[in-house]
């Protein structure tokens, strides 16, 4: 795969640069490392804050969905690996709004050893946080163990709903920390991969995958998927994927889910909207109704060829959530 | 590149029923090929239409700016081939409300040919049309020749300007293709093609490309273009795309632009704001304003890696139409 990019350790602080040079009056860079991107028009006095973060190499995750309705701040490390302690501590800064910083982020062993360090000193410091991880994965632990799933690209159901009741003028840390441990338990994905990504100081692709074959499961750094096998249809992996979906959150006739199909990178839309067709056919076949779709580039790596879908289930209150207003590039009103 | 997909055969038409089943509040799938896209909500009457179409595996382009603010229909053909001159017809008629129909897209053979012959025979049905062609590509031929150029991600801007004209309750299809020629007048773009796509039928690339190489001025559908060489940093890239298309347009200091960095598909949001970054830098420099830049996908060429550069110039008129209220997943308002 051949980039566009100078240096390969500017890459992750380029592109950072970039965003916020392209959307002003959305985005601000903040921190001696620049790692740390809080919304333009600073953190409102009594709002609770929210917070997430995580390796760079994702966008428009983790950094676009800070924006009214969504996160206040969030602090990124290199490609693929975690934000340091000191930008954790500045993104939980940037968000105090004196009534306490929701940490919701993915599910990965370093951005929680950094989140929970940078906590500890922020509690001495007086400001309070509760953490939430998004732990979406179907493919990467049994539903026995659902807190060893990874977080993947359903986190913008957590972060859209969270988001939406943080801008809630009555919504305190307690309320936001339980909507958003709301929409992480009605939440489940899983994703395809067919091809890898390289993280430009590697300069060599994360994983190898022969050219007739297709990975389930497989994590959005490479991780070990569910089977690996020879590529099959589009409406095979559709139903596959939601097969394995359904079964695992256990959704019926007569529900509301909130579907998203996402492209990990370099498959194009015509491809997702291929794989929505199947999906909705097969939701309504079994009377699951469809609110909100979202298609399209949610949660990347980088040039990964491949696609996630998830489903989030909703009652009425996730739903008004979900529907409510956000500012910011990333998220579309229809 | 791996693709999923059901039959190749069926890669445009499934992918019009997904966009379709995601968005039917936006659009609604029309004629008996079902390769016109109209706005879900019907033509105003009253209103001047605005039509545009061409090949398939472009998207969003074209038929995801079917909206409020934009266009009234679309017609679409096979991945890179241009829509019939039935679906042409059936398109203009969707978007008939009684006071003429502004037919809008690329310049080029085939869909002129197409959209021509529709446009004579709804003339003898009453219906009056106006053509105007976008010919942005300053890569596919020189400023002498204008008229030669191809239409590519610049289409955005006098899809978007046009399409906010045409809301205006007393604007005629004159005033709207004015317009729209205008709009087309002030856009300049050229692109730089790392990798190619894959048409499905076809089943192998649209050209080569050795892997240390990029292609300046390359067509989206693989024309070729001005001169081929090493691959070169981001920076030297965006320098050499710029400078073009200054040196094309002459735009100087004190003028007003809008910037729209867009990928051919694969690259991702980090390489294109990695590019952004430069540019905005260099516009800086030579005393150019930035208006509502634009960063993403919104031409592509299925999976192909590469980014193209567009530039807008922009008076008090056209400034405002672009800033207008506009309905689609594919615009956003920040």
Known sequence: MKKLLNRPDAYADEALAGLCAAHPDIYRQLGET???????????????????GGGSGHMPTFTGYVGEGLLDACSVGNVFAGPSVLDCMEAVKAANGGRGV???YGNYGGDKMN?????????MEGIPTKTVLVADDVGSAQRSEREKRRGVAGLIYPYKIAGAKAEQNDASLS?????????????????????????PEAGKPTFSIDEGEMEIGMGIHGEPGIVRGPLKSADAVADDMLERLLADADIGAGERVSVLVNSLGATPLEELYILY??????????DISIVMPRVGRYATSM???GA???????????????????VCPFWSAV
């Not at 199947?278 to 939701?283: A, V």
């Open 115 to 123: 989140f929970n360090m940078a906590a500890e000193m922020l509690e």
């Open 34 to 52: 620049g790692r740390v991107i809080a919304r333009a028009g600073g953190m409102r006095e009594g709002k609770v804050g929210i917070v997430s």
């Open 303 to 305: 040039e990964m060829a």
């Open 102 to 104: 929701l940490l919701l």
């Open 175 to 199: 309320d936001v920390a339980a909507i958003a441990r709301k929409a992480v338990d009605a939440t489940v994905s899983i994703g395809v991969a067919l091809t890898p990504c390289t993280v």
């Open 308 to 326: 996630s879908l998830s489903l989030c289930r909703l009652d009425s209150e996730l739903e008004a959530l979900l529907a409510a207003p956000a």
């Open 277 to 286: 067709a199947r999906i909705e056919k097969r939701l309504k076949e079994r």
